[in-house]
């Protein structure tokens, strides 16, 4: 994804992207750190390979079960502090139980009684059928397609696996942001704009389609992007102040206003 990403911003940048000196020096260096990052031990098969294994099982005791544990809301709360991280709790299987698929399911069914947001809940409903179609797909993978000789279709299928997940995640995210009550809550996190574009891009990732913006979600999200510019904000969902920088020196000092 990042690849992909820093790939795509070279094309806009065209042939200023390998400058060492001027305004976006930097970006070649990012482009050319970045690349390594395909091949060694954190490559993408080798993820790929960490996953492969375990699909049949989740196939068969965690997709779509109406029976699985709830995920406690505060894994999707970003403000909440995080827990003393445990290596005693890392295991290379997770026993056939997959929570993040299952909250998928459930934000789904809650987007569809809502009914308030019925563009959102239509586009969260490909990312439950995309799981029901993986599901037979994935409980039937013989033992010789569970290794580093599997074919590429199988390999695909932890492709989609994954940006189900990525779905589920962001859409959690999105939901309890809006539903916590919490008056502190970031104004565009709790914005249906960023995860109908969140989900329309991963709906590609499956469909092999070129993205296409809607106009409403394109203004409103440059929009955001300029003001984060200007104020010296990262583009993610914490939205955290750069210190240090600044995106021009004329209006610098109206980017530290509060």
Not at 46 to 51: K, L, N
């Amino acid at each position: 994804l990042l690849i992909d990403a820093m790939t795509g911003l070279s094309a806009i940048l065209g042939a200023q992207f390998y400058l060492r000196r001027g305004p976006h020096a930097l970006f070649q260096k990012l482009l050319r750190d970045l690349k390594p990052v395909g091949f060694g031990h954190a490559a993408r098969v080798t993820c790929q390979m960490a996953i492969l294994p375990q699909l049949p099982q989740l196939a068969k005791r965690a997709w779509l079960q109406t029976n699985a544990a709830p995920v406690p809301p505060a894994m999707f709360q970003l403000g909440q502090e995080l827990p003393a991280f445990s290596f005693q709790d890392q295991t290379l299987s997770h026993g056939g139980q997959d929570p993040l698929a299952r909250a998928l399911v459930t934000i789904c069914a809650a987007l569809r009684a809502d009914g308030a947001h019925a563009r959102l809940s239509l586009l969260a409903q490909t990312f439950v059928a995309e799981l029901q179609g993986l599901q037979p797909s994935c409980r039937d993978l013989p033992p010789q397609e569970l290794g580093a000789t599997a074919s590429v279709r199988s390999y695909s299928l932890v492709d989609r696996y994954v940006t189900v997940l990525a779905a589920a995640a962001c859409l959690n995210l999105w939901w309890h942001a809006r539903n916590a009550g919490d008056v502190e809550a970031d104004s565009f996190v709790c914005d249906t704009h960023w995860i109908e574009l969140v989900l329309q891009r991963l709906a590609c990732r499956l469909t092999r389609d070129t993205p296409a913006l809607e106009p409403d979600l394109a203004s409103n999200l440059l929009g955001e992007l300029l003001a984060r510019h200007q104020r010296a904000e990262s583009f993610d969902l914490i939205r955290r102040p750069l210190s240090g920088w600044a995106a021009e020196p004329s209006t610098s000092s109206q980017s530290r206003k509060p």
